[in-house]
């Protein structure tokens, strides 16, 4: 067998398991093999980890197929025959995908006149698919600027109060003989904040988190810099597999990627790992973090309040959006909300679209507006 | 200095190589290493802080017997801080000194211009400074923390990655002769662009295990005793259990032991350990929660560990 019909074949099942291949990732696993050699086992397995594996989220799927790969090879296989069932497995469920897709798009073609007007204040807890189809459509018009920050990035600018561009003062010097004719200035300009959003996906959560997957990926694709969560028993990131710019093929990856879906609820244990693998490190460091939850926690709510405390020591602004709190004489009850609640920037609901395009508007918005809310 | 190159012919002499500078490899960094060199690929090195990603470039380019061309990333870098510059002051001194001799009216306007793009005005930044080395060695070019920088440098540093020539319009193409190697470092604030990825081999830099760690302390603490080094990679072991908000890094092992090794200490105990804790941990709750666990539990152990064939 050859450097290359081994890596191509490789690379075949590495997709069929779910990671990204690209071509050149397979040409440089072909150069790794010439240098180390294709019959050592481990020398095999650190050259395609090198050369195919990119995050280390990918590892323990990488481990899982190289070994049967290997096993197989070393069986006397054919290394395409090994790729072949395992791509076709893949392709199977991809189909399934985009039966369903079709229908689901059909059905919102009746309701496009006034959807606006009945749906706003309906609680997505009573939708029905073909709504939720038409409120995705509605929620791609939400924008989530935020406030910007000062970047350190100088640009161009034309007020005087900034500070002189020597470089551009002297180059423009150079069409008059040196003499500096016109002074050019330079000021910071001003960029994005990060916006992080925490969806809890626990079962408490079902009727409202299949609508606030579509409300996230209205902000992915609507803005830059944008991160996406989900936390249910364990901490899923689910950024790369919610940006693709067509919904359902959005929505599918991403209920593919989480494998907790309507489980059990430990947001203070999620939230921990968030603050240790991504969160404090940099991803929440002056970034606006929006937390979709109803504060149902089965975990210590110590854990939960420490957590949201930590989170809101780095963040620029927490805003938690609680679908319950419309409910009439709601009361921050649930253990885990009382406890993360004085760590939070503001509180907002979050059941109905009306209720959506108000947390657009906080995201939006930094002054007076956001306390009226918090107590509304 | 080392031999470059004959030491580097394979993984294992990569391996020996960075041990005999005082840097233990594990397999999987060493053939990534010796890849990267083979390959004339660029290296990204991802992991948790304090892993020694780093460190790895420095003691390449000890190994390697070439220079170490370290570009800090931060937010805002741009061309002119990674790239070149020019060196605007000297352009217009140079301008006057022409004038004032009289020089300035006697010659063409195009010649005088031609000479203010001179090489001696360009302020070689990091980026040429490694495509275009003054002694002719290619170096070894450290991209430290690329997750600072801002997206658009990443797409520039794509295209100075990929063909290893970096264009001044006003002077012409630097091409490099022999490739630089090539470190990249990120601590994953953010994902590195997948193009950029491309480019590059990539290796996950774990924590060490115990027998690796111990191994490092004495390769690095030599004046520590050998007891005493298993006892701190013990203790920094259960420590690294304990879901502190920080666990401590290979570096902070390193600098505890050499704390305990100034101080003269030649076993843990609990005031010790309190003394000198914060050469480890750097968070007032981490220390808390240490406290909260006990000291006994965690010099027991340190002491377990370390009596190990030791």
């Known amino acids: 067998m050859t450097a290359e019909r081994m890596a191509v074949a490789f690379g075949r099942v590495l997709r069929g398991a779910g990671l990204r291949v690209p071509l050149d990732s397979v040409v440089t696993f072909v150069q790794c093999l010439d240098a180390v050699g294709i019959t050592d086992r481990n020398r095999v397995y650190w050259a395609a980890h090198t050369a195919m594996v990119r995050r280390p989220e990918d590892r323990e799927a990488f481990n899982v197929a190289f070994a049967v790969f290997w096993d197989r090879i070393s069986a006397g296989e054919d290394p395409h025959h090994i790729a072949e069932e395992t791509v076709s497995l893949a392709a199977d469920t991809d189909d399934a995908e985009g039966d369903d897709s079709t229908e689901r798009s059909d059905d919102s073609v009746s ?37 910007p920050r000062r970047s350190l990035r100088l640009r161009h600018s034309r007020s005087r109060r900034a500070q002189v561009d020597v470089r551009r003062t002297v180059r423009s010097s150079f069409a008059h003989l040196g003499e500096p004719v016109r002074r050019q200035w330079r000021a910071p300009s001003e960029r994005m904040r990060r916006l992080v959003v925490l969806l809890d996906v626990s079962g408490s959560m079902e009727p409202y988190a299949r609508a606030f997957l579509r409300f996230m990926h209205a902000a992915l694709v609507g ?19 919610l940006s ?57 709510p110590e854990v939960l309040g420490d957590q949201m405390q930590r989170l809101s020591r780095v963040a620029h602004r927490v805003v938690w959006v609680n679908p319950l709190k419309v409910t009439p004489g709601y009361a921050p009850l649930a253990r885990g909300m009382a406890a993360a609640l004085p760590h939070v920037d503001a509180f907002v609901e979050g059941h109905s679209l009306e209720a959506l395009e108000r947390i657009a508007a906080v995201i939006h918005d930094e002054g007076g507006r956001v306390a009226g809310v918090i107590h509304a | 200095m080392v031999a470059p190159r004959a030491s580097l012919g394979s993984v294992q002499h990569v391996r020996e190589a960075l041990q005999g500078a005082g840097y233990l490899a594990d397999e999987g960094l060493a053939t990534a290493v010796f890849l990267a060199l083979s390959l004339k690929r660029p290296l990204l090195l ?153 480019r590059c081999l990539y290796h996950w830099v774990e924590h060490p295990g115990f027998e690796r760690e111990v191994d490092i302390v004495r390769l690095r603490v030599p004046q520590v005793h050998e007891r005493l080094a298993r006892q701190v990679a013990g203790a920094v072991e259960r420590l690294r259990s304990l879901h502190l908000y920080k666990p401590p890094g290979v570096a902070e092992t390193i600098d505890w032991a050499t704390a305990l090794g100034t101080l003269g200490v030649t076993q843990l105990d609990e005031a010790v350990v309190r003394s000198t804790l914060g050469t480890v941990l750097k968070y007032r709750e981490d220390h808390e929660r240490v406290t909260e666990h006990g000291f006994a539990d965690l010099i027991k152990h340190a002491f377990e560990r370390g009596a190990l064939n030791g």
């Open chain 1, 111 to 147: 309701l496009r006149f006034s959807a606006m007007e009945t749906l706003s204040k309906k609680d997505f807890a009573t939708y029905s698919d073909s709504e939720l189809a038409e409120a995705q459509r509605l929620m791609q018009r939400l924008r989530f600027v935020g406030s």
């Open chain 1, 223 to 241: 803005r830059q810099r944008v991160e996406a969560f989900t936390l249910g028993t364990r901490l899923t990131r689910i950024t790369r597999e």
């Open chain 1, 244 to 300: 693709h710019r067509d919904p359902d093929k959005a929505l599918a990856r991403t209920s593919q990627q989480v494998a907790d879906w309507s489980g059990g609820t430990r947001i203070g244990e999620c939230l921990r790992m968030f603050n240790d693998r991504w969160g404090v490190r940099g991803l929440a460091r002056g970034a606006i973090v929006v937390m979709l939850s109803d504060g149902w926690d089965r975990g210590n």
């Open chain 2, 46 to 198: 991802e992991g948790e802080a304090g892993v020694g990603k780093t460190e790895l470039a420095k003691v390449l380019a000890t190994v390697r017997g070439s220079e170490l061309i370290r570009l800090q990333c931060y937010e805002g870098i741009d061309a002119s801080q990674a790239v070149y510059d020019w060196d605007y002051s000297r352009q217009l001194l140079h301008l006057r000194a022409a004038e004032a001799s009289g020089e300035a009216a006697g010659k063409a306007t195009e010649k005088l211009e031609n000479e203010l793009y001179d090489e001696r005005f360009l302020i070689r930044r990091a980026l040429l400074r490694a495509i275009e080395p003054r002694n002719g060695v290619a170096p070894v070019l450290l991209i430290d923390e690329i997750d600072r920088a801002d997206d658009e440098f990443e797409a520039y540093l794509l295209e100075v990655l990929s063909d290893f020539q970096i264009t001044v319009p006003e002077v012409g193409t630097f091409r490099a002769t022999e490739v630089p190697l090539v470190v990249l470092t990120s601590n994953r604030t953010r994902d590195v662009h997948d193009a950029l990825k491309r």
